[in-house]
Nanobody, 124 residues
Framework: QVQLVESGGGQVQAGGALRLSCTFS?????MGWFRQAPGKEREGVAT???????AYADSVQGRFTISKDNTKNTLYLQMDNLKLEDTAMYYC?????????????????????WGQGTQVTVSS
């Protein structure tokens, strides 16, 4: 049973930065971050698999960086140059999804494990 606990959310001005963390327990194949803005569906942000393949949504490419520290059992999402439209609840996800299918274009429901979420609010 994979357990995921997010932290690091908060309020920041546009152009600022935040780093989200997700501590995890249990084995995984694919991990990533999703987000849900008010009134919108959850969307994939970034994913990484056990072979360190990384993929980003077009909306965050070049601004966000996903990384993982296996010695600390922690997944990170470094978010730079934040925009108003990045405001959302961010969720850490994990699933037994291998190869190129470990991708933020997958549905949130394809990941059987997720955390409680951490709120990110970007203000002008």
């Amino acid at each position: 049973q994979v357990q995921l606990v997010e932290s690091g959310g908060g309020q920041v001005q546009a152009g600022g930065a935040l780093r989200l963390s997700c501590t995890f327990s249990g084995p995984f194949v694919c991990m990533g971050w999703f987000r849900q803005a008010p009134g919108k569906e959850r969307e994939g942000v970034a994913t990484t698999d056990r072979y360190h393949r990384i993929a980003y949504a077009d909306s965050v490419q070049g601004r966000f960086t996903i990384s993982k520290d296996n010695t600390k059992n922690t997944l990170y999402l470094q978010m730079d140059n934040l925009k108003l439209e990045d405001t959302a609840m961010y969720y850490c996800v994990a699933g037994d999804i291998s190869g190129p299918w470990c991708d933020p274009s997958r549905r949130f429901a394809d990941f059987p494990d997720w955390g409680q979420g951490t709120q990110v609010t970007v203000s002008s």
